[in-house]
């Protein structure tokens, strides 16, 4: 095996472990159909509802680990501590979960391919950066949150467009038409 750095090597065996927990975790949810499954995934499955108040403020619980896998709006990208809580309040990035939370995608990629899966959102974000009409845009794009877009260019229609102003009273030098020269 070539003399690859550690940085190379180490995604490997976890994107195969990745790929082995989906699989695995696909076989136990429940039908796709039902809003927002009702089973727990695996790591909120021990059938607690909420912990004591102390430790909810300090350490990451089945609840917000649920807020952190749902896919309602005020959900998305919210409490990613994965043992302390508390630097997701530090950060701003905390939500209490107050209503039931839906599990899954927020656009479904309709495909069951590991691989698609695994990188179908840095294809999308490769895509916007494509079509991106500048570096600021570009920048916007990978650094502001997700579905981030730049402001729309109203279009002008035609009664936004201001009338020429008339031309100003006096009189007017009229140029005489350019002579012809004969050609010989």
Do not use: C
């Given at each position: 095996?070539?003399?690859?750095?550690d940085?190379?090597l180490?995604?490997?065996?976890?994107?195969?472990l990745?790929?082995?927990?989906e699989?695995?975790?696909?076989?136990?949810?429940?039908?796709?159909?039902?809003?927002?499954y009702?089973?727990?995934?695996?790591?909120?499955?021990v059938?607690?509802?909420?912990?004591?108040r102390?430790?909810?403020?300090?350490?990451?619980?089945p609840?917000?680990?649920r807020?952190?896998?749902?896919?309602?709006?005020?959900y998305?990208?919210?409490?990613?501590g994965?043992?302390?809580?508390?630097?997701?309040?530090?950060?701003?990035?905390?939500?209490?979960e107050t209503?039931?939370?839906r599990?899954?995608?927020?656009?479904?990629?309709?495909?069951?391919?590991?691989l698609k899966v695994?990188?179908?959102?840095?294809?999308?974000?490769?895509?916007?950066l494509?079509?991106?009409?500048?570096w600021?845009?570009?920048?916007?794009?990978v650094?502001?949150?997700?579905?981030?877009?730049?402001?729309a260019?109203?279009?002008?229609?035609?009664?936004a467009?201001?009338?020429?102003?008339p031309?100003?009273?006096?009189?007017?030098?009229e140029?005489?038409?350019?002579?012809k020269?004969a050609?010989?």
């Open positions: 095996m070539p003399n690859l750095p940085v190379v180490w995604p490997i065996p976890a994107f195969v990745l790929a082995v927990v699989m695995v975790s696909y076989r136990l949810h429940p039908d796709e159909d039902a809003e927002g009702e089973a727990k995934d695996a790591a909120t499955s059938g607690i509802d909420r912990m004591p102390w430790f909810e403020f300090v350490f990451n619980t609840s917000h680990h807020v952190h896998h749902a896919s309602q709006g005020g998305l990208d919210r409490n990613f994965g043992i302390l809580i508390v630097w997701d309040r530090v950060f701003g990035s905390f939500v209490a209503e039931q939370p599990y899954g995608l927020t656009k479904n990629i309709d495909t069951y391919n590991l695994a990188t179908h959102e840095y294809v999308s974000i490769a895509k916007d494509r079509a991106a009409r500048g600021r845009e570009r920048a916007g794009r650094f502001r949150g997700p579905g981030w877009g730049p402001a260019v109203p279009a002008l229609s035609p009664a467009v201001p009338a020429p102003s031309a100003p009273p006096g009189p007017v030098a140029t005489a038409p350019a002579a020269s050609s010989v």
